[in-house]
């Protein structure tokens, strides 16, 4: 899909899931995408956080699904990429210029021993293995990439991106530092536009090497 020059958002709030005094709550917001010519949809955006400081506020709307796992067997590809040292000062420019991302003693003062990755890029860079692996690098196949963000990443260390395919239109997925053997994502599932074939896990599985020395020569965006 082609995103238009000129577009509009609306961002509400759809559920709140109290876990009690002492124990925050969940809270789901909704963005939607329009292009500004025609109101047509692009994109619905639904992201959920986790207040600490304000459990016993009350529940409002459905109660949140549960995130389903990755299966329990081993992935059907494998892809690592590595970061470069400046990456959270690159994607910067995507207009996020949170502090924690550049400033060390902002880190520090976060209990962090250094800046940390914006979870967006770490987001992206599994979108790009799974593009890479099951939709032939055509960005139109990837119709959602749902997950959770589990642990930062630090600008420089490698990612191991597993991928499952859960359902014949569906890829599961997770990442992780090896070097730290920390899960920086889970629960992932990609949601694609047409059948995962058998040929493709086959083949997947079969050039997951291949596309781990590629991905040594590649910046992720």
């Known amino acids: 899909m082609i995103v238009p020059e000129h577009g509009r958002g609306e961002l509400g709030i759809d559920a709140i899931v109290d876990k009690g005094a002492g124990q925050g709550c969940l809270l789901r917001a909704v963005r939607q995408i329009f292009d500004a010519s025609d109101n047509a949809l692009i994109a619905t955006v639904r992201q959920t956080s986790l207040l600490r400081g304000d459990g016993g506020c009350g529940s409002y709307g459905e109660t949140l699904p549960p995130s389903k796992p990755v299966p329990d067997r081993g992935p059907d590809a494998r892809m690592e990429i590595e970061t470069r ?94 070097a730290r053997e920390t899960i920086v994502l889970d629960f992932g599932l990609a949601q694609l536009d047409f059948k995962v074939t058998d040929a493709a896990v086959q083949g997947g599985a079969a050039q997951s090497q291949d596309l781990k020395n590629k991905a040594k020569t590649e910046s992720p965006a």
């Open 85 to 178: 040292p400046e990456q959270a000062l690159l994607y910067r420019l995507s207009g996020d210029y949170n502090p924690l991302h550049a400033d060390p003693q902002v880190a520090a003062d976060a209990g962090f021993p250094a800046p940390i990755l914006h979870g967006l890029c770490t987001y992206a860079i599994a979108g790009k293995a799974i593009l890479g692996w099951a939709c032939d690098n055509d960005p139109a196949l990837l119709r959602g990439l749902d997950c959770r963000f589990t642990a930062p990443v630090f600008p420089g260390e490698r990612l191991l991106v597993e991928m499952w395919r859960s359902a014949t239109d569906v890829v599961a997925f997770r990442a992780s530092v090896p």
